[in-house]
């Protein structure tokens, strides 16, 4: 088994609706894939919005319905794999929170452009290396892929590598935030499933 979080600010968005993708769109390798608010909101429902977004992107309606926000404190830190964040300043927070965990850090748009830049072949051969095992093979991968930050060209606006905050906004806000985190979403699902294939 493997672990992500996902993080934004009041985790009723950005975050449950990202790890609420990634845990569908890798269910087959029963991630445990768990999300987090760097300040705001406790024990709240995703928006109306949020979820409605979520059914439209094929997660299954108790998944949605069952989240609730909570708070990112240090100790959940410690165990994920990879760790993706909804804009620079969530990874910032990640960051001076577990300096250590910066290697597995990202915010998701910014893995997904760097995880482009690498072959299946590379990615299978950075797994690897690291054995059997799914969390070791993911842990190798985000470091290979975290070794690409200062090898490629950066965005032109750093806020590129950012999802826009929907929350009290217009519906096209929510619209325009889903548009930058499905694909972003989509390339982590891609890189893992080169990853942990094994056969």
């Known amino acids: 088994m493997f672990e992500i979080l996902t993080v934004c600010?009041?985790?009723?968005?950005?975050?449950?609706?990202?790890?609420?993708?990634?845990?569908?769109?890798?269910?087959?390798?029963?991630p445990r894939v768990l999300s987090a608010g760097t300040r705001g909101l406790t024990d709240t429902p995703m928006t109306a919005e949020a979820a409605h977004l979520a059914a439209h992107y094929g997660v299954a309606a108790d998944l949605s319905s069952a989240h609730r926000s909570r708070w990112l404190r240090e100790g959940d830190l410690d165990s994920p794999d990879l760790i993706l964040a909804m804009t620079r300043e969530h990874r910032r927070e990640?960051?001076?929170?577990?300096?250590?965990?910066?290697?597995?850090?990202?915010?998701?748009?910014?893995?997904?452009?760097?995880a482009e830049g690498l072959s299946d072949d590379e990615i299978r051969a950075h797994a690897d290396s690291a054995g059997a095992d799914a969390a070791a093979r993911v842990r190798a991968v985000a470091g290979a892929v975290g070794a690409r930050r200062g090898m490629v060209e950066p965005v032109a606006d750093p806020a590129d590598d950012d999802v826009v905050d929907p929350y009290r906004r217009s519906w096209e806000t929510y619209v325009r935030s889903a548009d930058q985190l499905v694909p972003a979403v989509d390339g982590v699902v891609r890189t893992l499933r080169v990853a942990l294939a094994t056969t």
Not at 11 to 22: E, H, K, V, Y
């Open 9 to 30: 600010t009041g985790n009723i968005c950005r975050s449950p609706l990202a790890a609420q993708l990634l845990q569908s769109r890798l269910a087959d390798f029963a």
């Open 94 to 114: 990640v960051a001076e929170l577990a300096p250590a965990r910066l290697r597995s850090t990202f915010t998701i748009r910014e893995f997904a452009r760097l």
